[in-house]
């Protein structure tokens, strides 16, 4: 017996586009909390800030916001994991015609270009406040150490690399954990980007002496 063929009602064919439009919104809310939280952190303070002010700035209610976080600590680890997000299509988005140490600093630079100094130093503070803040902060690094190397492997995949970009990608690391502690000890006198800059050249002058 010959296969009925199905044909697809209205219904069934605008489900992909409903999905994807929920998608989008979900998306475009969480951004929106998210943001809503970090301007009302940078200016009330953290402990100041209730979830209620960030849902009212957010326009949603809240259950809408517990919908999307169950705290206020939620917000800010978001707000970290979209950071390695953002550095790996950064990374990827560079000429392959640098060094890998060059392509990461240079990645970190173009981040920095849209940075709001004020808004990240008021985070950073935030972040060193309280004993579990700081151990999520200094996680950040790790899983930045851990991006690095996965997104130069997608980019140099042979193997006998592999050493070499680990090496790239914990040093980089380190290079970006001093430039920020360094540009949070000056209270944003300088420009994070300096501070980046500062500190893979050193790796560089280090490297040509070895």
């Given at each position: 017996?010959?296969?009925?063929?199905?044909?697809?009602?209205g219904m069934e064919q605008d489900r992909p586009k409903?999905?994807?439009?929920?998608?989008?919104?979900?998306?475009?809310?969480?951004?929106?909390?998210?943001?809503s939280a970090l301007r009302l952190f940078a200016s009330?303070?953290?402990?100041?800030?209730?979830?209620?002010?960030?849902?009212e700035a957010a326009g949603i209610s809240r259950r809408?916001?517990?919908?999307?976080?169950?705290?206020?600590?939620?917000?800010?680890?978001?707000?970290?994991?979209?950071?390695?997000?953002?550095?790996?299509?950064?990374?990827?988005?560079?000429s392959k015609d640098q060094s890998p140490l060059d392509m990461v600093?240079?990645?970190h630079l173009t981040l920095l270009a849209n940075f709001d100094a004020e808004q990240a130093m008021a985070i950073d503070r935030i972040l060193r406040s309280n004993e579990q803040l700081?151990?999520?902060?200094?996680a950040k690094y790790l899983l930045m150490e851990q991006v690095t190397f996965e997104v130069l492997c997608e980019i140099w995949p042979h193997q006998p690399r592999r050493e070499?970009?680990?090496?790239?990608?914990?040093?980089?690391?380190?290079?970006?954990?001093?430039?920020?502690?360094?540009?949070?000890?000056?209270?944003g006198s300088k420009a994070l980007a300096d501070y980046v800059k500062e500190s893979f050249a050193a790796l560089?002058?280090?490297s040509a002496e070895t």
């Open positions: 017996m010959d296969a009925i063929p199905v044909i697809a009602t409903q999905q994807g439009w929920r998608e989008k919104k979900r998306r475009e809310t969480l951004q929106r909390i998210t943001d009330n303070g953290y402990e100041a800030t209730t979830l209620d002010a960030i849902a809408t916001f517990f919908y999307y976080f169950d705290s206020k600590e939620e917000i800010l680890a978001a707000w970290q994991k979209g950071l390695p997000e953002a550095f790996h299509a950064a990374v990827l988005a560079q600093c240079n990645a700081r151990a999520s902060n200094q070499t970009l680990r090496v790239v990608a914990m040093v980089s690391a380190g290079a970006l954990r001093l430039a920020i502690d360094r540009w949070a000890e000056g209270q560089r002058s280090l």
